[in-house]
């Protein structure tokens, strides 16, 4: 009875010791996984959904989330979308706790969205780096940078209402509100 007793106890504590190495093992492999995860895969679940950010500068702003692309996002607001580069978002809110492995971004990079908006000739309002914004019409799209024709908001962009030609690199893009 003593041996069948120890021998039980001895059992217990393999398996206890097993299970323990499972459940490390398992942590260990979630982890690994999680840490594969990058910023888009978590904004690409999150698409159709209310977030809040916060963009470089302290501009807070709320919307849902429209779409999801190589290097910026797209947040609906009403009647109003806004452009975002990645690089100006510093937190988000409000994204589900997973990510969507069978969904991808839009392949295009942020200056592909922003030739849209050149073609269309839609006023925007562009809010930059240390809090200025501009208005205007996006007139050409380069690499690296827009070149935004000012004239005020409400107005077409005609030659008599231009007030400025400004070179905006995308560096200094924080959001770029289409004003539709």
């Known amino acids: 009875m003593r041996w069948e007793g120890l021998f039980a106890d001895l059992e217990g504590q393999l398996a206890a010791e097993e299970r323990r190495e499972l459940d490390s093992e398992v942590a260990e492999r979630t982890r690994r996984e999680r840490a594969l995860v ?13 977030v809040s950010l916060l963009v470089e500068g302290g501009r807070s702003l709320t919307g849902t989330l429209s779409d999801v692309g190589d290097g ?3 947040l609906g607001d009403g009647g ?8 100006a978002v510093v937190t988000l809110t409000g994204l589900p706790p997973h990510a969507d492995p069978g969904r991808t971004a839009r392949r295009f990079g942020l200056g592909h ?6 073609r269309d ?15 205007g019409t996006v007139d050409v799209v380069g690499s690296d940078h827009l070149v935004l024709a000012e004239h005020p908001d ?3 962009r005609r030659r008599e209402n ?19």
């Open 38 to 50: 990058d910023l888009t895969a978590r904004l690409l679940a999150g698409v159709g959904t209310e």
């Open 72 to 74: 910026w996002l797209l």
């Open 80 to 87: 109003r979308e806004r452009l975002l580069p990645l690089h």
């Open 113 to 118: 969205a922003l030739r849209v908006l050149a």
């Open 121 to 135: 000739r839609a006023t925007v309002a562009v809010a930059l780096a240390g809090g200025t914004s501009l208005v």
């Open 154 to 156: 409400g107005e077409p």
């Open 162 to 180: 231009v007030r400025a030609v400004s070179v905006v690199p995308f560096a200094a893009l924080r959001v770029v509100e289409s004003r539709r």
